[in-house]
């Protein structure tokens, strides 16, 4: 079973999960992991994997899996939250939760040939998977993701999305959270809401709006080409979007996804969502958005050491190029 380790200097949280495990020899460079013939293909629907599928789940498109390899599992230990001491020194928990895949029928498509419409069944998959999971009283955070391409940690070319529901708060979220909370103190309203007004009134980052969306290259990015995607209206909860409000993520992140594919041509790139933990019910500091990040490049030892990101394009220049008015 996964196991959550926590680093006793700062508080971060790993998890150890020996089930991945193989021997020194079979770490290989990621480049070799595409090799997946459509023939061998795992995920493609008459497979093992579809026999595995969660019924319920079984739509035109897209059908629903537990992860072979689960990070966080479902194995009814109660109070899986709690904190133990191992070896009288480390602090250690049972790292438990929701590990699924939501694959995509069709063999064929990637992230960036997905129409709107298959877009949309996606985040609404993400959404029902997300309400199952939250009623497991043992999650504090859920997190859907995408991986595209094996730079950006897909090991299976057959397009799919993960949810991860764990006992823990995301590291990155819990620092989002703690310095949206100082900037509320501070200024009385949502650091989110504060960033979407400035980018939308300076308009140098934007790269997509809809009526109900803004996505732009991050100011602060730690990627190239980063780009966060941000509801308009206040909200802490992406589990609680409207269909009309699930319908214009799907098509402004079709659209962003589409100018990074236009200017980057097929970039290995990850996505995910940052919402508020299912432990709270509403925030007025905390803001949902989803985080675009093109892995165009590795991270050295100055990124790795220092934490601190040296990021080669600048995120002015980013936007120009992604909407067509930057060409060299
Ligand atoms: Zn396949
Ligand atoms: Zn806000
Ligand atoms: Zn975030």
């Not at 480390?90 to 997905?114: M, Q, T």
Request: glycine share 6%; charged share 25%.
């Amino acid at each position: 079973m996964p196991q959550l380790r926590q680093n006793i200097i700062t508080g971060d949280w790993v998890v150890i999960a020996p089930e991945r495990a193989k021997r020194p020899q079979d770490f290989v460079t990621p480049k070799s992991v595409e090799v997946s013939k459509k023939e061998d293909c795992p995920f493609c629907p008459g497979g093992p994997s579809y026999k595995t599928r969660i019924k319920s789940e079984d739509t035109k498109n897209i059908y629903v899996i537990q992860n072979k390899f689960p990070a966080f599992v479902e194995d009814g230990i109660k109070n899986g939250r709690s904190i133990y001491v191992e070896d009288e020194f480390y602090r250690a928990r049972p790292s438990i939760g929701d590990h699924e895949v939501i694959v995509i029928k069709n063999h064929n498509l990637n992230i960036f040939s997905f129409s709107n419409s298959l877009m949309l069944e996606m985040f609404q998959v993400m959404q029902k998977r997300f309400i199952h999971m939250k009623k497991d009283e043992e999650v504090a955070s859920i997190m859907p993701i995408y991986n595209h391409g094996s730079e950006a940690g897909a090991s299976i070319i057959h397009p799919h999305a993960q949810i991860f529901a764990s006992g823990i708060v995301a590291n990155t979220v819990g620092r989002e959270m703690e310095g949206a909370e100082r900037y509320f103190g501070i200024n009385g309203v949502c650091v989110f809401c504060d960033i979407l007004h400035h980018e939308r009134r300076q308009k140098v980052r934007v790269v997509a709006e809809n009526k109900d969306f803004a996505a732009f290259a991050f100011y602060a990015a730690r990627f190239p080409f980063e780009i966060w995607v941000m509801p308009k209206k206040h909200d802490s909860q992406f589990e609680n979007s409207s269909p009309s409000l699930l319908k214009n993520l799907a098509e402004i992140m079709t659209e962003a996804l589409g100018k990074l594919n236009k200017t980057l041509k097929n970039p290995p790139l990850n996505f995910y969502i940052h919402t508020l933990p299912t432990t709270l019910e509403h925030s007025n500091y905390y803001h949902w958005h989803v985080e675009i990040t093109p892995r165009l490049s590795l991270y050295g030892g100055f990124e790795i050491g220092s934490g601190v990101i040296i990021d080669v394009m600048n995120p002015e220049d980013a936007a120009g190029y992604l909407n067509g008015k930057k060409k060299d």
